[in-house]
């Protein structure tokens, strides 16, 4: 029996292996080490979504995943993924604020560097950015595994400091309220006291 | 007829017992406040762990009340109008963690109280119905904090309900005939479909707002119109050398003591985010399709039981939460002659119990588990 191809099938068998080996690849994340780092450090749990649209992570055809993204997001993620040196703004539709920021603080090339010490990247990020303005800097919060793009997730005691300096008026506002309202209760209840004690008759 | 004297007797001596419970001549006002006295001794700071309990509550009602305008019981906007509420309505995020840490506060000080009440055998005649609406006002405070747990449909709270909610079938195996289903019946009546959905988020809802707190508003007024008629228990084995007066001075010292609460629980919610003690990726809306996230655990006040059933047996925690619950109904009953000493020593065991497993349940797990 003599069996024969044409040329399409050929390659159709020669690329199919490829194919299935591509698509049968474990997601994998973007780049783990900074995850690992960040949830061995703070003993909290820690996911894509610190970085990342997707919580799962960029591979995959959901919101913010490489394989959901459109010709237009396409080229934003070309072009962020050609930031090299610090400075450029970059708009990578697979990264969040925080992600995009990172990139443009220090250079993708700085970036991919730090893989080797994951520890350096909070040093490496500017002091002074605190993305969701909580007083906690986005480094501090990378290092502690909270989220750096929301103001009510934070390391609890450094949340508070930072929120007792930030609200200190309101505190001392509502202490002030408190002991009125106390010294007024306290005032009505003697009143009170006083009106319903049965009342004496005088001697004659 | 010797039947009938007993059904007589028994009658009588029914209606003695609830009359000793809720005596009429002492249900009015001047018995309540003018003639009230609280002992002054030793342990006098036990008698205001139910007043903070019960501030903590008003403050669950009036925050949830501020809640309820904004919050949507359905499963695709639950967690969106949680959202709104943090970020855009005024002052939501700070009335949201009021809600929060108090409902902490409600269930730490409602746990003291019993623990207290307990030391000082507040639970002698008369008190026996109070201290058993008690126990049955904690168990509703804790269900309070496992429904109100689903209502944001994020990650750990519906997690956690699937796992609280299994768990509440599983007990049904170590049950004997017609017994063997009512878990099972329970579990589907609290879900009310296949898996944890819009049925069981609209269930939880509805016990939350509504069937809670009508229970809880009932019960608590029983309880409090108890406390009022009988007055405070002695406490201590000897008698009292002092007492004051409830009304003004207890009553003012109480409400001075709500307002430090009040003012470190402003504090506390506008200083320090109640989901900030969470990983932020548990925060995230409820993905029914996507895996279940690690670390999912249940709220802080169920650790004490959360830590042993994940190194013991099912049926050995069963069998001693059984156990615990009914030895706590029978308190009245089955501390009757213990000293006070004794029963000290208890609620030591027990508060130091429930510390360490709240504190370091997750390290000894780690310790015992690897």
Partial sequence: MNISFSRTSKTLIAVTPVLIWLFAMPQTQAYPQFQEFSEKNSGRNVNCAMCHVNGDGPTGDGKGQIGGLTKEELDSLMKARSALAPGTLVDSPILNKFGNEIIKDIGKRKFLELRQNPKDLAKALPAQSDLDQDGISDGQEYLDGTDPLNPEHGDPLKLLMANLNKYRLHVILTF????????????????????????????? | MTRDNSGISKT???????????????MNLEHMLAHKEVPVHKMSWGYYTGGMTMFFFMIQVITGLFLLFYYQPTVSDANLSVEYITKYVSVGGLIRNMHAWSASGMIFFAVVHLITAFAMKSFEKPRELTWIMGVLLLIITFTFGFTGYLLPWNQIAVNATKVGLQSVEDIGQYL?????DVPRILRETFQGEASVGQS???????????????????LLGIHLLQV??????????????KQERFFPVFLFKDLTLWGVLFFILFTFSLCIPFESFLPFP??????????????????????????????LPFWVILLASGLIGAVLIFTPWIFKGSSRKTLGFIATAVSLYLLIMTLFGEQIYHLLKH
């Fill in chain 2, 228 to 241: 009022q008629v009988h007055g405070m228990s002695q406490g201590v084995d000897e008698k009292p050398k």
């Fill in chain 2, 200 to 218: 069981t988020l609209g269930r939880f809802y509805a016990l939350h707002v509504v069937l809670l707190p009508l229970a809880l508003a009932g």
């Fill in chain 2, 12 to 26: 009588a001596s029914a209606l003695s017992f609830i009359a000793d419970r809720f005596p009429l001549e002492k």
């Fill in chain 2, 176 to 180: 004997p005939g017609m017994l063997h």
């Fill in chain 2, 282 to 311: 548990l925060l995230a809306p409820y993905d029914a399709m996507g895996a279940t996230p690690p670390g999912i655990k249940p709220e802080w006040y169920f650790f004490f039981v959360y830590y042993p059933l994940e190194l």
């Fill in chain 1, 176 to 204: 002030i309220a408190v002991m009125t309202l106390n010294w007024g209760i306290m005032q009505f209840l003697k009143g009170l006291e006083i009106l319903t004690k049965p009342r004496q008759i005088p001697k004659a």
